[in-house]
T-cell receptor
Framework: NAGVTQTPKFRVLKTGQSMTLLCAQD?????MYWYRQDPGMGLRLIHY???????AKGEVPDGYNVSRLKKQNFLLGLESAAPSQTSVYFC??????????????FGQGTRLTVV | AQSVTQLDSQVPVFEEAPVELRCNYS??????LFWYVQYPNQGLQLLLK??????LVKGINGFEAEFNKSQTSFHLRKPSVHISDTAEYFC???????????????FGAGTQVVVTP
């Protein structure tokens, strides 16, 4: 059982380039998330999805787009990378239990550097 | 609105000493509470969770936490730490879904634990 898998693990981009980060989960979870982690700022939610075909903005959505065409995949796109997007990106998924959202399962992270 | 506050950004502790990491939350509805650990250059791993039942929750690696509804706290403790417990610890909360809320998973800012010999 692979859990949550992120690709790539590392990437260096030049300012203005675009890229897509892929997140795949094999646990049939309804909810998926993209976070960024920066020193001293904890985890900040970029975008999330509560089901296939639906996405919503989190705390820091500017400069990012997402898509969830299949339940198991959640893609994060950077259309025109900026140095401020240098960060470690984490994908996570969780499942619904009744009226409650439960614990999240995390990928290993993608370390992105924009130069 | 829901929020999570971790009261200490960094906690230095000597090996074999006890440690307590403080977490307070605010929510107007029922909550689930979690503690995660992040070792250097790794993803987040669940330490323990409170969903319902006993307010004292035991997790992996000898950690435990106590849910205190009246004080809206969920503090994490370990009676004797090891060097390998050096990591960042995150408290998180989700709340009951309503027509206005999807039960967002909210994280605290994290507490860095540094264990020294």
């Amino acid at each position: 059982n692979a859990g949550v898998t992120q690709t790539p693990k590392f990437r260096v981009l030049k300012t203005g380039q675009s890229m897509t980060l892929l997140c795949a989960q094999d646990m049939n979870h309804e909810y998926m998330y993209w976070y960024r982690q920066d020193p001293g700022m904890g985890l900040r939610l970029i975008h999330y999805s509560v089901g296939e075909g639906t996405t919503a903005k989190g705390e820091v959505p500017d400069g990012y787009n997402v898509s969830r065409l299949k339940k198991q995949n959640f893609l994060l796109g950077l259309e025109s990378a900026a140095p401020s997007q240098t960060s470690v990106y984490f994908c996570a998924s969780s499942y619904r239990q009744g009226f409650m959202n439960t614990e999240a399962f995390f990928g290993q992270g993608t370390r992105l550097t924009v130069v | 609105a829901q929020s999570v506050t971790q009261l200490d950004s960094q906690v230095p502790v000597f090996e074999e000493a006890p440690v307590e990491l403080r977490c307070n939350y605010s929510s107007s509805v029922s909550v689930y509470l979690f503690w995660y650990v992040q070792y250097p250059n790794q993803g987040l791993q669940l330490l323990l969770k409170y969903l319902s039942g006993s307010t004292l929750v035991k997790g992996i690696n000898g950690f435990e936490a106590e849910f205190n509804k009246s004080q809206t706290s969920f503090h994490l403790r370990k009676p004797s730490v090891h060097i390998s417990d050096t990591a960042e610890y995150f408290c998180a909360v989700t709340s009951r879904m309503t027509t206005d809320s999807w039960g967002k998973l909210q994280f605290g800012a994290g507490t860095q634990v540094v264990v020294t010999p």
